[in-house]
């Protein structure tokens, strides 16, 4: 009985050591198995062809990063439950681009920054931050520590779920409409699902204040790209940060590339610490070897 180990071999070889040391009961391949109806746990990004087939006793897929919707949940028979990554540091990771972004939207950083490019020094006028409500899509692990680490600045909070959430000094919404009248910076930490791509459209911007800003850090599905280039070009949106687009990375032609407004980076909010996601997957193989809940075992039905 083991576990497969199918993303980068640099990752692997921590994940290996960690398996020896503290589950050796458990055996461990990288990349490939000798014997496949032995492999009981999958650890990847990506699901590989035919896995319910090549693995027939195969129980979890732990995925190497949070989201999961890089699984076809349709191909996957229904006794192969998925997990994400909970691992402590991609919390603690996604609450310092939060506040790198929202500081940097907050302070007209994109504006400063299209200026230096032009050898212009002109000033704004700096807004206080309880004129600036944030508002963040998704109230899950890394909203909620988003939220945390924007408490302590003094901006008005809010959050929108699905379900209906009580965090304190923070607005819980479950009407997107009335969020959205009241967020000047949108943050969007939602997983991607068929409800949610596509979520950050032409009408989404349009109800949001005038001159709102958005930092995107969920998943590029998400965002309508061409509807945000018209919403900056309209003054309807001020500025954005994107840390996720479609495709990734977006083709050098593309105008959100050299857009004044926007500040892009490479996914990089938050990347899975080897010593941290090895942890988790053994703990959650120990759960499921002794019948407990395992953390991060998501709800296929929903997609998250
Ligand atoms: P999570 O704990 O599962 O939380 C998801 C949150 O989204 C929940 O609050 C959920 O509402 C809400 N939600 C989902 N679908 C919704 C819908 N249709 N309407 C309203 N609310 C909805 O997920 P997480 O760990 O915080 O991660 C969120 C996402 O961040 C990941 O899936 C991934 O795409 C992205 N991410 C990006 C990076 C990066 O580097 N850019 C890194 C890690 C993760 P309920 O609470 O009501 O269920
Ligand atoms: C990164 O985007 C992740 O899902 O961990």
């Given at each position: 009985?083991?576990?497969?180990?199918?993303?980068?071999?640099?990752?692997?070889?921590?994940?290996?050591?960690?398996?020896?040391?503290?589950?050796?009961?458990?055996?461990?391949?990288?990349?490939?198995?000798?014997?496949?109806?032995?492999?009981?746990?999958?650890?990847?990004?990506?699901?590989?062809?035919?896995?319910?087939?090549?693995?027939?006793?195969l129980?979890?897929?732990?995925?190497?990063?949070?989201?999961?919707?890089?699984?076809?949940m349709?191909?996957?028979?229904?006794?192969?439950?998925?997990?994400?990554?909970?691992?402590?540091?991609?919390?603690?990771?996604?609450?310092?681009?939060?506040?790198l972004?929202?500081?940097?939207?907050?302070?007209?950083l994109?504006?400063?920054i299209?200026?230096?490019?032009?050898c212009?020094w002109?000033?704004?006028?700096?807004?206080?931050?309880?004129?600036?409500?944030?508002?963040?899509?998704?109230?899950?692990?890394?909203?909620?520590?988003?939220?945390?680490?924007?408490?302590?600045?003094?901006?008005?909070?809010?959050?929108?779920?699905?379900?209906?959430?009580?965090?304190?000094?923070?607005?819980?919404?479950?009407?997107?409409?009335?969020f959205?009248?009241?967020?000047?910076?949108?943050?969007?930490?939602?997983?991607?699902?068929?409800?949610?791509?596509?979520?950050?459209?032409?009408?989404?911007?349009?109800?949001?204040?005038?001159?709102?800003?958005?930092?995107?850090?969920?998943?590029?599905?998400?965002?309508?790209?061409?509807?945000?280039?018209?919403?900056?070009?309209?003054?309807?949106?001020?500025?954005?940060?994107?840390?996720?687009?479609?495709?990734?990375?977006?083709?050098?032609?593309?105008?959100?590339?050299?857009h004044?407004?926007?500040?892009?980076?490479?996914?990089?909010?938050?990347?899975?610490?080897?010593?941290?996601g090895?942890?988790?997957?053994?703990?959650?193989?120990?759960?499921?070897?002794?019948?407990?809940?395992?953390?991060?075992?998501?709800?296929?039905?929903?997609?998250?």
């Amino acid at each position: 009985m083991g576990a497969l180990y199918l993303s980068t071999p640099e990752r692997g070889a921590v994940f290996a050591r960690a398996f020896a040391q503290q589950l050796p009961e458990v055996r461990f391949w990288q990349g490939q198995a000798d014997d496949p109806e032995a492999v009981r746990y999958i650890v990847t990004w990506t699901a590989p062809e035919r896995l319910a087939e090549t693995y027939p006793n195969l129980r979890l897929i732990f995925s190497v990063g949070a989201g999961v919707d890089q699984f076809d949940m349709r191909t996957l028979p229904p006794r192969i439950g998925v997990v994400r990554m909970l691992e402590p540091s991609l919390a603690e990771q996604m609450r310092e681009y939060v506040t790198l972004g929202v500081l940097a939207l907050h302070r007209d950083l994109p504006f400063y920054i299209d200026n230096q490019r032009a050898c212009r020094w002109q000033t704004t006028t700096n807004r206080r931050v309880s004129e600036r409500r944030v508002g963040v899509l998704g109230l899950g692990n890394l909203g909620r520590a988003a939220l945390d680490a924007l408490a302590p600045f003094g901006f008005p909070l809010a959050g929108w779920s699905r379900s209906a959430k009580s965090i304190p000094d923070v607005d819980c919404f479950t009407d997107l409409e009335a969020f959205l009248a009241r967020t000047d910076v949108l943050v969007c930490l939602l997983p991607l699902t068929p409800e949610t791509k596509g979520i950050l459209d032409a009408s989404l911007f349009a109800q949001l204040p005038l001159g709102a800003s958005v930092l995107h850090a969920g998943r590029g599905r998400q965002l309508d790209h061409e509807a945000l280039l018209t919403a900056l070009d309209a003054g309807q949106i001020s500025s954005a940060m994107l840390d996720v687009t479609d495709p990734e990375p977006l083709p050098p032609e593309h105008p959100l590339w050299q857009h004044p407004r926007v500040v892009i980076t490479p996914h990089i909010a938050c990347q899975t610490r080897a010593e941290e996601g090895a942890a988790h997957v053994i703990a959650g193989i120990r759960a499921d070897r002794s019948g407990a809940p395992v953390p991060g075992l998501i709800d296929r039905r929903r997609g998250y």
